[in-house]
Structures are given as C-alpha cells and as structure tokens.
C-alpha cells in the first residue's frame, strides 16, 4: 500500500513537472505575424533563426514568425482577432503604416515607449514617422524611402543626370522617350501614377514642410480636416505633374510596372527603396540601375521625403518581446537586413563601421536612400487616415482624370478634398469624436 502510495505521488509530481514545463514553454515563446514573402521573407526568417540561436537560447526565448500575407492582411487579422479574444493576438506584429491610425486609438497594443525598448540608437526621422500623441507608437524596422529608380545607362548614352525638379524631367523626357515610324511610343520616359505614398514626398516637400491633413498629418490626435486643398499644395503637384505628361512620354501604368522598368520600356519609375535588391535582379544585367532623389515638384519644395516601409507593434509586455525587437534592431540585425532586402539600415550605431561602410561602396544604389533621408526634413511624415487603400486608389484616379481626361485641376483638388474629409467626417463619427 506504502509503495502504491509512493508511485502515485511520483506520477503526480511528474505531472506537475511536465504541466509546469508545458506552460513555460508556452510564457517564452514570442511569436510575430508578418509580412515578408519571397528574397525578404528569407532574410526575416533568418534573422529570426538567429535570434534563437543566440539570445533567445540565453534567454530561454524562443520566437516563432508566422507569414500573414500582404501587409494589410495582418492589419486585418489583428483587428479581427483583437475583436473576438485579444488574449489570442500575437506578441508582436509587422505592420506598415496603414494600421498606424487604428493601432493608435486601440487599447491592446503595448507602445514602445510602455515597453522600455531601447530607442537611443535609432534613427530620428525613423521615429518621427512613428511619433504620436500616444508616445512611440512602434518600433520602426523595415524602413524604406522613396526613389527614383532610372536606367543608367540609357541616361549616360544621352549625358543626362536625374531631374532635380518636375519642370527638369519633363524638359528631359523627350531625350529619355522613343517612338516608331507610325508615331507611337515605344520607350516612356517615365511609368506610374502617384499615391498617398509618392504624395507623401510631392506635397510634404513644399514649402519646407506641408500635411496633407492636420494634427501633423494625424499623428498627434485624429484629423479634422484637410490642409493640400486650402494650402494649394495639391493643386501645384497637380500643374507641375500635368506638363510633365504633356510631354507624352509618361506612361499612366498603375501595375506592372517594374516589369516594364525591366524591359526598358521606360527609362525611370519611382517606387520604395526596399525594391532595389528586386529590381536589380529582375534587370539581370540589362542595362545598370540608378537611383536617385525624388524630383522636387518645384524649387521651393525643399523638405525631401517621409520615411516608409513598416514597423514592429507590441502586444504583450513580455521580457521576450522587448529583447526581440531590440535584437531586430540591433546593429548586426539591420547590416544584414538592409544587405538582404534594400530596407534602409536604421541603427545609428551602424553608420561609422567598416562593414556599412564596405557594404556602401560596394553597392551605390543603396546609399541614396539614405542620404536622401538624412538631408531630408524629418517633420515630413507619412499620413495616417481612415480607409487608407481607398484614398489611396482615389488620388490615382483624380490624376489619371487630370492627365488623360483634361478634368479641371481645381474640380480634381475638390472631388479629394471631399473623397479624404469625408473619410475623416464618418471615422470621427464612428468613434465618438
């Protein structure tokens, strides 16, 4: 009886051991919905691999990365799951600024600054683009800035340096443009139609500094009400972009067009420095890539570009959590990240090493996004508005109506001033404010 007694108590202890064990393993493991897929997708796998590998394993941390699908699709997966059993959210998500405005008004997330992660290092303007009237609202990581992507070879056969302006491309565009015999195009100068993200640059820019909308373009306080309408911001982009397309050599392509940037069907593009490791490889030896600053809509527009790309938003005020995100954003981490992908490295402490410095010189095109941001104003901030993909689409469709239509540029300014304050309108009401 005595023995049976003593077993029983060992196979309880045993138990306890393993449920115990089953709950810690639970506690430290940090996991992180993302957004990489394909070249990127393997380098944010492998930083994660080392983070196991290293301070993990003398932490006893283990993190463990979940793909989610486009960037939206995790903003949408967040909300959805914070709605139905926030206990369920993960530790960390990557998100890009489109879920800046929800994060901001919701009460789940942990901000950087209640999280204690170590800031000092960091970028300013990376900061800037994440500051709000809640603190840092998260920890920036996969930075990027706009640019203007041109063939360089094609602009060194003709002696043409990338515009500094609007007015100088368009002067150029003729040179950089080709048709055939019949008179149609068969080489654009340039291909795209702006976004919020490229208007983030083009209206941002001028005068030194200009918000699309107030409370520094919403990131201290929810908007009230649109700026690039009574500013005339919009209005200027708008005159200067139409004489650029007048040239007929701008190609009004809303997808696919880094494929045509590719073929050497146009000689420029702009698109998010996190491209260039895409972009170069897609080119293959066709022709040498260029990259450049983002041309000024005019001389006054001296502000230079918002910083882009995404961040890392908390969920839990686990130990886990903080030590990785400050592992991501370590020196080490963001080399390698920036080497993997084209995202701009955002750790100060990287800027007087060798190896960035190696990695610079070896690789040009990567620098001026850098550069771009550094002399860049870094009060030019990205926008955080309601129903941002539908703001997004709307502000090509109104330059497309302008360029191709000949819509009136002031019906154009007053058809988004409606379409973004109407947005702003029904959001405030929604929530109460």
């Known amino acids: 009886m005595r023995k049976s007694i003593l077993l029983l108590l060992m196979l309880l202890s045993a138990l306890a051991l393993t449920a115990g064990g089953a709950k810690e393993s639970v506690e430290n493991t940090i996991t992180i919905w993302h957004s990489n897929s394909g070249r990127i997708g393997e380098a944010f796998e492998t930083l994660i691999e080392r983070f196991n590998d290293t301070v993990g394993k003398d932490s006893g941390i283990k993190a463990e990365a979940i793909y989610q699908g486009?960037?939206?699709?995790?903003?949408t997966k967040v909300k959805a799951t914070a709605a139905a059993n926030v206990s369920e959210l993960p530790d960390i998500a990557q998100m890009d600024a489109?879920?800046?405005?929800?994060?901001?008004?919701?009460?789940?997330?942990?901000?950087?600054?209640?999280?204690?992660?170590?800031?000092?290092?960091?970028?300013?303007s990376a900061l800037k683009a994440l500051d709000s009237d809640r603190g840092l609202l998260a920890m920036p990581f996969n930075c990027s800035s706009l640019l203007l992507y041109y063939n360089k070879t094609l602009f060194d056969e003709k002696g043409i340096e990338?515009?500094?302006t609007l007015d100088e491309f368009a002067a150029i565009a003729p040179m950089l443009g080709e048709k055939d015999g019949a008179g149609n195009v068969t080489r654009y100068a340039f291909a795209g139609v702006p976004t919020t993200y490229e208007l983030g640059a083009f209206i941002g820019a001028q005068k030194g500094l200009s918000y699309m909308v107030d409370a520094k373009?919403?990131?201290?306080?929810?908007?009230?009400?649109?700026?690039?309408?009574?500013?005339?911001?919009?209005?200027?982009?708008?005159?200067?972009?139409?004489?650029?397309?007048?040239?007929?050599?701008?190609?009004?392509?809303?997808?696919?067009?880094?494929?045509?940037?590719?073929?050497?069907?146009?000689?420029?593009?702009?698109?998010?420095?996190?491209n260039l490791s895409?972009?170069?490889?897609?080119?293959?030896?066709?022709?040498?890539?260029?990259?450049a600053y983002v041309p000024m809509v005019?001389?006054?527009?001296?502000?230079?570009?918002?910083?882009?790309?995404?961040?890392?938003?908390a969920f839990s005020e686990k130990e886990g959590t903080r030590l990785l995100i400050e592992f991501l954003t370590s020196p080490e981490s963001q080399l390698y990240w920036a080497e993997s992908t084209g995202y701009m490295a955002i750790n100060t402490k990287l800027y007087g090493t060798d190896g960035y410095k190696?990695?610079?010189?070896?690789?040009?095109?990567?620098?001026?996004?850098?550069?771009?941001?550094?002399?860049?104003?870094?009060?030019?901030?990205g926008i955080w508005l309601p129903s941002a993909y539908q703001i997004y689409y709307s502000f090509q469709s109104?330059?497309?109506?302008?360029?191709?239509?000949g819509k009136d540029i002031d019906e154009a300014v007053g058809s988004m001033v409606s379409v973004v304050q109407g947005a702003i309108d029904e959001y405030r009401v929604q929530n109460g404010l």
Do not use: C
């Not at 373009?217 to 929810?222: A, C, D, E, K, Y």
């Open 358 to 381: 190696a990695f610079l010189a070896d690789n040009p095109q990567f620098a001026v996004a850098m550069e771009q941001t550094l002399s860049s104003n870094p009060e030019v901030v």
């Open 398 to 405: 109104e330059i497309r109506a302008v360029t191709e239509s």
């Open 162 to 164: 990338p515009p500094r």
């Open 98 to 124: 489109t879920a800046a405005l929800d994060m901001k008004g919701a009460d789940y997330i942990v901000t950087t600054d209640e999280l204690g992660a170590d800031t000092s290092s960091i970028l300013p």
């Open 298 to 313: 005019d001389e006054e527009a001296t502000g230079g570009v918002n910083i882009g790309g995404g961040a890392l938003f």
């Open 278 to 291: 895409t972009v170069i490889a897609t080119v293959a030896g066709r022709f040498e890539v260029g990259t």
């Open 70 to 75: 486009a960037a939206n699709d995790v903003l």
């Open 217 to 274: 373009n919403g990131h201290f306080g929810t908007p009230e009400r649109v700026l690039f309408g009574e500013e005339g911001t919009f209005r200027n982009f708008l005159e200067h972009w139409k004489a650029f397309y007048d040239t007929v050599f701008v190609s009004n392509l809303t997808s696919g067009v880094r494929d045509e940037f590719a073929a050497g069907r146009t000689a420029s593009m702009l698109a998010s420095s996190s």
